[in-house]
């Protein structure tokens, strides 16, 4: 995978839970990249046709909601964004190990924190609020 | 003392990345929300901010204005600044402070410079709750 650079890639991270989403971007903005937060697959395939970001890589919910699901947004992206990874994650500890992935690829050598802190923490804030995971 | 933060509530993603990466860019803190129920759903998860920024009309059962009032609950004397195309000033109880839109980069930002003052140095990480 090419080297990274804080400037031109922008990370997606598309999630209807916000205190995953909100938790998850937070991550890996401290990890040096650009962060887009995405409540569905409507509003990821906006920005992407927005054009106005250089994505690089979509981390999004596999239940994520929208006229499109994960799946097919996947396909998408694949034949309309050369070059973009998407990452589909089903729960919040492969969604955490898979922004950790992200970090460990760059732009920041450092990992702020561990994937498995933020999954420890998303699992606080939503027992907090007693919605279910 | 650290970076203020601001809870950017606003449905238009487009609108939202680029007031939250003006905000951000500009040296504040901010969390983002697509709707009411999401904005409600971080203060109930014990999120502190210095100031709600918010839509009116948003998809959902919770609009601005309705989010504002839990706000004001939580955070007595803290600032609500609304930003709508269509509200007018004496409509906006409980907020603060309107913006209409469309709004300039340097209005919004002089405008949250009023309510919560020009941004400080940076937080430690958040992620220790």
């Known amino acids: 995978m090419p080297a990274k650079s804080a400037e031109t890639y922008c990370v997606i991270v598309a999630d209807s839970d916000v205190l995953i989403r909100n938790s998850l971007a937070e991550y890996l903005r401290a990890c040096g990249y650009q962060v887009i937060e995405a409540a569905s697959s409507d509003e990821v395939v906006t920005v992407a046709r927005a054009g106005s970001h250089a994505l690089g890589a979509i981390l999004a919910d596999i239940e994520l909601p929208g006229t499109i699901g994960a799946f097919e947004l996947r396909s998408w992206v694949r034949s309309q964004m050369v070059g973009v990874d998407v990452h589909l994650a089903g729960t919040v500890s492969k969604a955490a190990k898979a922004a950790g992935e992200l970090c460990e690829e760059g732009p920041h050598l450092k990992r702020p924190y561990d994937p498995q802190s933020v999954v420890e923490f998303i699992k606080r804030l939503q027992a907090r609020t007693s919605k279910p995971e | ?129």
Not at chain 2, 22 to 51: I, K, M, Q, T
Request: hydrophobic share 45%; proline share 7%.
């Open chain 2, 1 to 129: 003392m650290g970076a203020q933060a601001i809870l950017l509530v606003e449905d238009e993603i487009l609108i939202r990345i680029l007031v939250a990466d003006l905000l951000r860019d500009a040296g504040y803190e901010v969390a983002e929300a697509a709707s009411g129920e999401d904005g409600l759903r971080l203060l109930e998860s014990g999120g502190d901010f210095d100031l709600l920024m918010t839509d009116i009309k948003m998809p959902g059962a919770l609009d601005g204005l309705a989010l504002a009032t839990h706000w004001k609950n939580l955070f007595p004397g803290r600032p609500v600044l609304v930003s709508s195309g269509h509200l007018t000033a004496d409509r906006m109880h409980p907020a603060d402070e309107l913006i209409v839109k469309p709004y300039s980069d340097a209005r919004l930002l002089a405008t949250v410079e009023r309510l919560i003052g020009p941004p400080c140095q940076p937080r430690a990480p958040r992620l220790t709750a």
